[in-house]
């Protein structure tokens, strides 16, 4: 496998993701080489309740794990024979749709007699910036922004990971969720955002780009939706459908600003020369044009990956399997599921281990 910039050679490995509203299965080969890549989006079934529900999304799991993992094993071109093992996300996330994929995951691994690795949703995350460039430097900060989890974490060398900075209240997509439904978008939030952003002016309103004093790597974005909401209730609902692509381009400037701050800001504490920015929002027009800007402009590496791995997806979760693999690290087959736990360093300056 190639990860983290490191070549040994292993098996297929089968990789499951279930930890929220996508069913994803893929199959990487023995050099890190994505064969498939399969998602099936639960977007129909949540939208119209504006947000994910979460005994709808494990019911759809359920209905949809085996057809997606046969799928993924199909476009790759190998039987259950093939496969090495399988890495299954572990946590954090719902409950019972974790419960779904590593249920599934167990079973195979039984059967077929190979190794289950339980791997870290934001462990995932992170691998997917090294999936389609191998040689991207592992001493280097790396930024998750997603629907549930904004988190700076400086890895290392040795692919430990040490956390700097997180949310206090809500993640960055989350605020765009939120945001979008307060201006009438739908769901959900963050593509809608970015689209009609891209009609809108930034500048019109100056929205509260936050600071926390009690961490100066934290995130906070519970003052901006509150902003946007207090200055809704200034205007009338015509104004508001009138002034909402300029409304969404302000909105997403100032989340686009603290992250785009908070992360170079990371990179200087840190002493790398290297970031990474990983997860959904990663995949935001503004978010990466501003990126590429500012490192091309401080002469940082900038590692973004393609946008079929920003999202959650299962090539991400093959990747952190195998490096968990290439350390020798295996998944009893009594394992929980995690829905609470982010990374063992749940702390600033914690080491990183795993949790099992």
């Not at 998602?39 to 209905?63: D, K, M, N, T």
């Not at 590593?102 to 462990?123: C, D, F, R």
């Not at 922004?145 to 400086?154: I, Q, R, Y």
């Not at 019109?204 to 004093?213: E, H």
């Amino acid at each position: 496998m190639t990860t983290f910039g490191a070549t040994t050679v292993l098996g297929p490995i089968l990789g499951i993701e279930t930890s929220c509203d996508e069913t994803a299965a893929a199959v990487l080969d023995g050099t890190g080489h994505v064969l498939s890549n399969i998602i099936s989006s639960q977007q129909a079934v949540h939208e119209r309740f504006g947000g994910v529900v979460p005994e709808l999304a494990s019911r759809a799991h359920i209905q949809n794990v085996d057809h997606v993992t046969r799928r993924a094993l199909d476009n790759a071109r190998l039987g259950w024979q093939d496969l090495t093992a399988i890495a299954v996300t572990q946590g954090p996330g719902l409950a019972g749709a974790l419960l779904v994929g590593l249920s599934y995951a167990k079973s195979i691994a039984y059967a077929l007699g190979i190794p289950l690795v339980g791997v870290s949703h934001l462990e995932g995350h992170i691998a997917s910036a090294w999936i389609d460039r191998p040689a991207f430097p592992r001493n280097c900060v790396v930024l998750i922004a997603s629907g549930g989890h904004t988190h700076l974490f400086h890895a290392d060398e040795s692919g430990g990971f040490r956390l700097m900075g997180r949310t206090i209240d809500d993640a960055a997509g989350e605020a765009f969720d939120k945001g979008a439904q307060m201006l009438g978008l739908g769901y959900p939030g963050g593509p809608l955002i970015d689209a009609a952003a891209r009609k809108g002016r930034p500048t019109v309103v100056r929205f509260p780009r936050s600071r926390v004093r009690t961490g100066a790597l934290d995130f906070s974005f519970s003052g901006l939706k509150t902003a946007l909401l207090y200055h809704l209730q200034t205007l009338t609902p015509n104004a508001i459908a009138e002034q909402q692509a300029d409304l969404a381009a302000c909105y997403q400037e100032a989340i686009v600003d603290v992250l785009v701050r908070q992360a170079f800001a990371a990179v200087e504490r840190a002493g790398v020369s290297a970031l990474a920015v990983v997860g959904g929002v990663s995949a935001n027009s503004r978010l990466r044009a501003k990126l590429t800007e500012r490192a091309t402009q401080e002469g940082i590496e900038l590692g973004l990956p393609a946008l079929s791995y920003c999202t959650d997806n299962a090539a991400m979760i093959a990747a952190a399997g195998q490096r968990a693999l290439l350390l020798g690290q295996v998944t009893a087959l009594d394992g929980e599921a995690l829905p609470d736990c982010v990374l063992p360093s749940a702390a600033p300056g914690g080491a990183t281990g795993r949790r099992r």
